[in-house]
């Protein structure tokens, strides 16, 4: 109960957070042109982005959260 | 390497806009947040309605090396006492594909990857399995996304992995939206995954199958600060039930020796004794994770750092705090470096052990697993992205890129990791 609680408040805060910086925003799509350089990207190459964490995933306890599953598939129990 | 064209020069072309004027602009934003999906993206219906035959949009292939020694309490690949070897060769051949399907509003991202694993587990199972010698793994992982007149993407995720004793599938909803003019993304996603293993004990013997039952949500943030700044955030929540313990790993018990060896006080190897028992977790556990990065730009000198942190926290009492940086430099128009540094600082969890004197209640948990301990972890690496200058007839862009990491742990672990990756848009 308390943990569910607790997910609820996290995921309002990040909501509340989106919509109150959203607000804030004053970047036009034509003075994007640095934001999509290949380097200003949250993520790198999608592929680099599974095998590197697989590292993490497998050999750190502290695996989870992230956008991504835990705990399935890697046949151990991080 | 993130498959967009590279900058031209990156400077010249740059359109100047309008200062950021202040409330008049914060204004619109909040009525274009509450006018909802008819305000966003105008453009974009008609082009989605144009129907096409399918067509493979993006292409990444990958090879990966990870070359791993160490000890660890857990492992029986040493002296009864430990810690045992925790040595293991992966080779990972990996591929990627975006295809969009004859509806444009349907696009298929289709991940396979295949692991050649050498000693996946404690040497001494082989004795009378073959799960830890040459272990191959397969995963297939498909994401399906359908993108709304209102730009919404709503998406699928499903797919399967398997290995020698374990076989997994997993299903998966997600939801991601742009607000204010895509200044803001908010995403959601839910997944479940499901685990079936064989109960391999630390003697190698599997008497039952096992079932672990993963749900994992996950909200995630991405805001445009300025027009060379980008921040991320995500929070993300994990359930897990079933049988929790790497079944084959085990702890030392002084006590068993007696029980179980009185004859061979000075055996020199864990595998042949059971003067050790398995590991035993808990039921259930709970894992919170928040991670922040921020991206800054510098155009001046064509360099970008990505600054990240994460915090974890779960029911084992484990907590982890995990600061990084990455710097990329582009030399010239059409290759950049990067060099990234992590560092893992983790509490363990609290019934972590390198042994015991006695035997412990069985339904009380135990581990000496070395992933679970305290341990603080360093991570460097470097990378160089190329992108390739084709014949005309290869339409599209195509990169190449080479990398290197080294990954150290303060309790005995050192992994380095060699890829290279060649990505291409079509």
């Given at each position: 109960m308390l943990r569910s609680r607790f997910f609820v408040r996290s995921s309002r805060s990040i909501l509340l957070a989106g919509l109150v910086a959203s607000a804030c925003a004053v970047v036009d799509q034509n003075r994007r042109e640095y934001l999509a350089d290949?380097?200003?990207?949250?993520?790198?190459d999608p592929l680099e982005a599974r095998a590197g964490p697989k590292l993490w995933t497998s050999r750190?306890?502290?695996?989870?959260g992230d956008a991504k599953p835990a705990g399935g598939g890697c046949g151990c129990s991080n | 390497m993130a498959m967009r064209n590279p900058p031209v020069a990156a400077v010249g072309a740059r359109t100047e806009g309008r200062s950021a004027s202040p409330r008049w602009v914060a204004w619109l934003c909040v009525l274009t947040i509450a006018a909802g999906?008819?305000?966003?993206?105008?453009?974009?219906p008609r082009a989605l309605r144009i129907r096409r035959p399918p067509k493979i949009e993006d292409l990444w292939l990958r090879f990966t090396f990870f070359d791993q020694y160490g000890r660890g309490?857990?492992?029986?690949?040493?002296?009864p006492r430990g810690p045992g070897s925790e040595r293991l060769i992966v080779y990972q051949p990996s591929v990627m594909l975006v295809v969009r399907q004859g509806n444009p509003r349907w696009t298929h991202q289709i991940a396979f990857a295949l692991d050649v694993v050498s000693s996946a587990s404690a040497d001494g199972l082989d004795a009378v399995s073959s799960a830890s010698r040459d272990n191959e793994a397969g995963e297939l992982d498909v994401v399906s996304t359908y993108t709304t007149d209102a730009g919404t993407q709503w998406s699928l995720r499903y797919g399967f992995h398997f290995e020698e004793p374990l076989r997994s599938g997993f299903f998966g909803v997600g939801w991601a939206r742009g607000f204010a003019d895509d200044n803001t993304t908010i995403s959601y996603n839910s997944q479940f995954v499901f685990d079936s293993f064989d109960d391999i004990d630390p003697l190698g013997y599997s008497v039952v199958e096992a079932r672990r039952y993963t749900i994992s949500d996950n909200v995630s943030l991405a805001q445009v600060l300025s027009p060379t700044t980008l921040l991320g955030a995500s929070y993300g929540l994990t359930f897990q039930s079933g049988?929790?313990?790497?079944?084959w790993n085990s702890v030392y018990v002084e006590d068993a020796i007696k029980k179980h060896c009185p004859d061979d006080p000075t055996q020199s190897s864990a595998y042949d004794c059971p003067n050790r028992r398995p590991e035993r977790m808990p039921p259930t556990r709970m894992r919170h994770a928040f991670s922040l990065q921020l991206l800054q730009h510098a155009p001046r000198t064509r360099t970008t750092a990505k600054l990240g942190y994460r915090y974890y926290i779960d029911d084992f009492n484990l907590r982890a705090h995990t600061p990084s940086i990455s710097l990329y430099q582009w030399l010239g128009r059409r290759a950049y470096v990067r060099v990234t540094y992590r560092n893992h600082l983790q509490t363990g969890v609290s019934f972590y052990t390198v042994g015991t004197r006695t035997e412990i209640p069985e339904d009380m948990p135990l581990t000496a697993d070395s992933d679970l301990a305290p341990f603080s972890a360093h991570q460097f690496g470097m990378a160089a992205v190329i992108y390739l200058v084709g014949p005309r007839s290869l339409r599209g862009t195509q990169a190449l890129d080479i990398g290197y990491n080294r990954y150290q742990r303060s309790n005995d672990l050192r992994v380095n990791v060699f890829s290279i990756g060649y990505a291409r848009h079509f």
């Open positions: 290949p380097t200003m990207q949250l993520q790198d750190e306890g502290a695996a989870g | 999906p008819a305000g966003v993206e105008a453009g974009r309490f857990q492992s029986k690949a040493g002296p049988r929790l313990a790497t079944t």
